[in-house]
């Protein structure tokens, strides 16, 4: 049974960092495609940023240059580095194992002076 445990969000000052990951237990994540979608408030589910198991990867216009997708295989965690923060990156995160559409249960990332 697959299982995603995600962490690392919170608030954050504009400009900053913060590092989300996805635990997956039932799963080896280097195996699989991935992707972290955002859902802010009142909007529809976005896609952030994707990895496929041989390591390509694509991001959303608006996060290119400042995020960065990657797997721990020693964690067995996906990972998201947010780096240059802005408000409009506020939002509900949640990583996806593509394959079989499963989610994460979502983190918080709140961008705010």
């Known amino acids: 049974q697959v299982q995603l445990v995600e962490s690392g969000g919170g608030l954050v000052q504009p400009g900053g960092s913060v590092r989300l990951s996805c635990t997956a237990s039932g799963i080896i994540v280097s195996d699989y495609t991935w992707a972290w979608h955002r859902q802010a408030p009142g909007k529809q589910r976005d896609l952030v940023a994707r990895i496929t198991s041989s390591g390509f990867t694509n991001y959303a216009d608006s996060v290119k240059g400042r995020f960065t997708i990657s797997t721990d295989n020693a964690r067995n965690t996906l990972l998201l580095q947010m780096n240059s923060l802005r408000p409009e990156d506020t939002a509900v995160y949640y990583c996806?194992?593509?394959?079989?559409?499963?989610w994460g249960q979502g983190t918080q990332v709140t961008v705010s002076s």
């Open positions: 996806n194992l593509v394959l079989i559409d499963y």
